[in-house]
């Protein structure tokens, strides 16, 4: 995704209640018509839902971030109590050979056979 | 939005910020104030915690995305001024980018437990792929015991099915 187009989801993620097109290009700091281009391909991909809504006379759009967009299971990254070891890794990354991984798939097999 | 404790309650989110930046780091985050921009100077004045410390994590938590800043010049001294704010909410997203790049980690590793079988000193617990357990003349190249066959099934299927997991997490097909 170009930097804009995260600049602007981010910015969209941050308020849970919405905010109107016409403020975003505002806090973005560009003009309408390029919130406009940035907003229509946020809205293709899905990411975004663009709500008509009034202000005055002058009609706009409440843009609300889809919850489609849903947080990731941090979950994932435990076997057990056991944290994988890849994040913040500083070892050279040789995958097939990582003691660490290895221990921590030990641990992963460890916990679903107990689960079952 | 969630506030930092309830995001701290979570076991998988503690150990992952608990590995970005220790204890020290958790502690500045619990005690960050809720509201506002704040100095590194303030922020080791109000929580107790190091200087050095509060700096390190605020860099580490930077780089996630996790912590954002604006400068302010001084005019009469040119000094700038750093003023630091938490941005805990995005924690899903930095999650997401490690996810991404442990998927191709796991499939890697995933591939190279299926494609080679394993040989295993039962006494050192060194273990060679096929290979290297003949080029060792299948004797442990530390003790020189004789080594067996070593079943990864069970390390195949568990690490498998996590795979599955985090596709299913971060709504990634399966590559080919």
């Not at chain 1, 600049?7 to 975003?24: F, M, N, T, V, Y």
């Not at chain 2, 701290?8 to 005690?31: F, M, Q, S, T």
């Not at chain 2, 704040?38 to 390190?56: F, K, M, P, Q, Y």
Request: hydrophobic share 35%; with cysteine; proline share 4%.
């Amino acid at each position: 995704m170009a930097d804009p187009e995260a600049e602007a989801l981010d910015l969209i993620k941050s308020r849970p209640e919405g905010i109107l097109q016409s403020k975003l290009w505002k806090e973005l700091g560009v003009d309408s018509r390029k919130c406009s281009r940035i907003v229509k391909k946020l809205e293709e991909d899905g990411l975004i839902d663009r709500i008509e809504s009034k202000k005055g006379s002058t009609k706009t759009y409440l843009l609300k971030a889809k919850t489609s967009t849903m947080p990731v299971d941090p979950s994932c990254l435990l076997a057990g109590d056991e944290l994988i070891p890849c994040i913040s890794c500083d070892l050279e990354c040789i995958v097939e050979e990582c003691h660490p991984l290895m221990d921590w798939m030990y641990q992963l097999a460890i916990v679903q056979h107990t689960e079952k | 939005m969630d506030s930092v404790d309830d995001m701290l309650d979570d076991p998988a989110i503690h150990a992952y910020l608990h590995r970005l930046v220790g204890e020290e780091g958790i502690d500045l985050l619990r005690k960050f104030p809720k509201e506002g921009e704040h100095s590194d100077e303030d922020l080791a004045a109000e929580t107790g915690i190091n200087l050095n410390s509060v700096r390190h994590s605020l860099y580490t938590l930077y780089e996630k995305r996790l912590a954002e800043y604006h400068r302010i010049k001084n005019n009469e001294t040119g000094w700038l001024t750093y003023l630091w704010q938490i941005r805990i909410d995005r924690i899903y997203d930095a999650i997401r980018e490690d996810l991404e790049d442990i998927l191709d980690k796991l499939e890697r590793r995933a591939r190279y437990e299926e494609e080679n079988d394993f040989y295993i000193c039962k006494a050192c617990g060194i273990l060679l792929p096929f290979a290297k357990a003949m080029d060792s003349e299948f004797k442990c190249p530390e003790c020189k015991d004789p080594i067996t066959h070593f079943d990864n099934d069970t390390l195949l299927a568990a690490l498998k099915q996590r795979i599955q997991a985090i596709r299913d997490s971060i709504g990634h097909a399966e590559s080919s």
